[in-house]
């Protein structure tokens, strides 16, 4: 079967493989190597890809949920959207998402997601009570942080390469409206940018969209938009129908120019420095699920996400860096979100640390892997790294750079013979 | 709210129009054999929507089983929808009349012999919805699956004389007919993507419909078109192509 991924680069042919219980499951994977579990697909790169895939997304079964305590119990194949719709009416949330709300609860678990509030509540993992797994012989593990903590380490953030995760136990977070109280914060640069972060961080969601055309002293302008639950008893949530980009776009149509042309307006149209809206859940965290398929706005030869987080003492340098070999390319970037971060926890490859990290889209075409390269020198430089989530192309010698503990990883995957069990194509390529 | 009862409810399409129906706040009876294999779904929705979910036991093809069937019901319920079927195997059917048979009974004569009885009811009560999923395969017949069709294409009669039937009554019948959708039944066939539905948007499809007392439902909703044009085509014409 072909596949791909959110990017639609690369495409691939694999062998995949559904199962209806555990037992079939067991199968699969006694009889297989280089298995690698799939969930939505809403991964960028190549993290859920390769020779032979193990179908979870139809395992979506809620199995419990506790009134008192919020915790939800749910099978792997889950989507976050699924959770949104039976539980914000009843007024529930989500402790930690991600900008999309169509990934399964074990990719989440896998990426070790974060939100607008990482610097308030972490990572995913910091909701997961505990999930099961079966790894390389095909036994059910149970797994927590307590027990057995390198298992917990290696699995969340882990990218599938320690199992197939089954289902997990989550914490909900109580919610008393459908409403956000958002502020809009419009900045001329990046020096006003990190301040507004500072000046907001108080509110636990918070996020900023880049102008990344902008050229010598307006480098770094963007829209930082803060925000926190109103408390209003409005929960009627609903699912909302969508538009959808029905085919790929011819791959002119998001040059320079419009590219441009729509930072332009996003930037344009908001007036004050400072500015108040009310919005709900879906505008506030996920703009861009308004749009069905909006990646094939990029055409056919399909995208790619750049996500780098530096280390908060080297995110000034870094990122005006940055953002300047970015506009000096004139590769334009549709999206480019800026966060600043909390601590990192002590999972082995998740991506969060203390600092600021930005995401910008990029369409696959001649010349951008060089781009690509040369700001991978800078993140090095100042001790950042690369969000393997969203990634298709880094070296392994970036990679490595970036995360100290992989050798951790790489003995505790050799040790329970996972390492040739489980492999993707990306973790091929990064040595994993 | 009632009761909506679903029929051949561990059908692909007819666990995502219950959760669908569940979630618009109707309560379920879910109808099929070995009934206890949705154990687990049944808890699904309950966990999900906080719905009463009752599961219950039916074959299709018992037929003497069906009136006792319905009397257990305690609450009668508010509308049915079946999503029974059974594709078989075409080519075995050509020269194993058991496996034709088995298709026109699991297709048409038992469902026949099933809303039978709930049309009585609700012609009585004057109230209520039926809901039949036959298919595309029933507008005209084709050589690779035309036993299935001939069975559909009886199961789409049967729908539009009931509804004829039970207009005066206010018991309205709908006429789902889906063209490919992704479910354990084209499971390994390699089905065009744009034409191919997932069984959530016939699920969302046939509650919409249903609500609006649609009459017949294509869905995905080109395949009206689809169908208009492959039922154009004139029969010298049909006989040379292969599809
Ligand atoms: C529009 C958009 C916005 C996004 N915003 C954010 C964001 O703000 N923050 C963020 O952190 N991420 C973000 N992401 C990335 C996305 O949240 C992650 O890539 C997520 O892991 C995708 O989940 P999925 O279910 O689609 O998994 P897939 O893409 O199918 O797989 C992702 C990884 O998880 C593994 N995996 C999946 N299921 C299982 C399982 N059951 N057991 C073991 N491993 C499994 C796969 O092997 C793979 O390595 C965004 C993505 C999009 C498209
Ligand atoms: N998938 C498509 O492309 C497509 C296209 C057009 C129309 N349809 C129609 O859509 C409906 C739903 O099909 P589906 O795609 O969801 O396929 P499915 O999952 O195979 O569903 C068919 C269901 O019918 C049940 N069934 C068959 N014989 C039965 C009997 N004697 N007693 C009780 N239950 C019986 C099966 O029960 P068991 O699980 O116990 O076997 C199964 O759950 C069917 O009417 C089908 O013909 C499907």
Not at chain 1, 39 to 61: E, F, Q, T
């Amino acid at each position: 079967m072909s596949l791909m991924s959110w990017g639609m680069y690369p495409k691939i042919k694999s062998s995949v493989f559904s199962y209806d219980n555990e037992k079939v499951l067991k199968q699969i994977i006694e009889e297989h190597d280089e298995l690698i579990p799939y969930g939505n697909g809403r991964s960028y790169g190549d993290s859920a890809l390769g020779a032979n895939i193990v179908n979870v997304k139809p395992h979506d079964y809620f199995i419990d949920f506790n009134e008192k305590s919020g915790l939800l119990h749910v099978q792997a194949g889950v989507l976050l959207s699924e959770i949104l719709e039976s539980f914000v009416p009843r007024g529930w949330f989500l402790k930690v998402t991600p900008g999309t709300k169509f990934i399964t609860v074990g990719g989440a678990i896998a990426s070790d997601v974060h939100g607008k509030n990482h610097h308030v509540e972490g990572c995913f993992s910091e909701c997961v009570k505990e999930f099961t797994i079966m790894t390389t012989d095909g036994e059910v593990v149970t797994c927590s942080k307590e027990a057995p903590p390198e298992l917990f380490r290696a699995t969340c953030g882990g990218m599938g390469l320690t199992g197939v995760i089954l289902d997990a136990k989550i914490y909900l977070k109580k919610i008393n409206s459908k409403y956000i109280d958002q502020t809009t914060i419009k900045t001329n640069n990046l020096k006003e940018t990190f301040a507004a972060f500072e000046e907001y961080k108080a509110l636990p969601y918070s996020v900023a969209w880049i102008d990344c055309l902008a050229k010598s002293d307006e480098i770094g302008k963007c829209l930082l938009m803060a925000g926190d639950f109103k408390d209003d008893g409005k929960l009627d949530y609903k699912k909302k129908g969508k538009l959808s980009i029905p085919f790929n776009f011819p791959s002119f149509a998001l040059n320079n120019w419009s590219v441009r042309a729509f930072n332009w307006l996003y930037y344009g149209k908001v007036k004050e420095r400072v500015s108040k809206q009310k919005v709900d859940i879906d505008t506030f965290f996920y703009p861009l699920d308004a749009i069905g398929h909006w990646n094939r706005i990029y055409g056919k030869n399909g995208f790619t996400q750049y996500q780098f987080i530096l280390p908060k003492y080297a995110s000034y340098q870094g990122l005006e860096e940055i953002l300047k070999a970015i506009s000096d390319s004139g590769k334009g970037s549709f999206l480019a979100v800026l966060k600043l971060y909390g601590k990192a926890n002590e999972n082995y490859l998740s991506f969060p640390i203390e600092g600021y990290s930005l995401a910008l889209d990029f369409k696959i075409e001649k010349g951008l892997f060089e781009l690509l390269d040369r700001l991978d020198e800078i993140v090095v430089q100042y001790k950042g790294r690369i969000y393997l989530t969203k990634d298709v192309r880094v070296s392994k010698e970036t990679f490595e750079k970036g995360y100290p503990q992989i050798e951790i990883f790489r003995q505790y995957r050799k040790e329970n013979k996972m390492d040739t069990k489980f492999q993707s194509l990306q973790s091929k390529r990064v040595g994993i | 709210m009632s009761y909506v009862l679903i029929i051949g409810a561990k059908s692909d399409i007819a666990k995502a129009t219950a959760r669908e129906y569940a979630k618009h706040g109707y309560d379920l009876y879910l109808a099929a054999r070995n009934v206890s294999e949705l154990e687990e779904f049944v808890n699904d929705i309950t966990v999900r929507t906080q719905r009463t979910v009752k599961p219950v036991e039916l074959d299709i093809l018992n037929y003497e089983s069906h009136q006792s069937f319905y009397d257990q019901l305690g609450e009668k319920p508010l509308g049915v929808i079946s999503a029974i079927g059974y594709l078989g195997d075409q080519d075995k059917a050509q020269s194993d009349f058991s496996e034709a048979k088995l298709i026109m009974d699991s297709n048409y004569t038992g469902v026949v012999s099933l809303f039978n009885i709930i049309a009585d009811d609700f012609e009585k009560r004057r109230s209520g919805f039926i809901v039949g999923i036959s298919s595309v395969a029933g507008d005209r017949g084709r050589k690779s699956n035309y036993i299935y069709g001939s069975a559909k294409a009886a199961l789409t009669a049967y729908l539009s004389g009931l509804r004829n039937r039970l207009y005066d009554s206010r018991v309205h019948v709908m006429t789902v007919k889906p063209g490919f959708v992704a479910t354990k039944m084209t499971e390994g066939m390699e089905l065009p993507k744009k034409l191919t539905a997932q069984p959530e948007e016939v699920a969302e499809d046939i509650y919409k419909a249903q609500q609006k007392n649609k009459n017949v439902l294509y869905t995905k909703w080109m395949w009206h078109w689809v169908m208009l044009i492959i039922k154009a085509i004139p029969e010298w014409k049909f006989k040379g192509i292969s599809i």
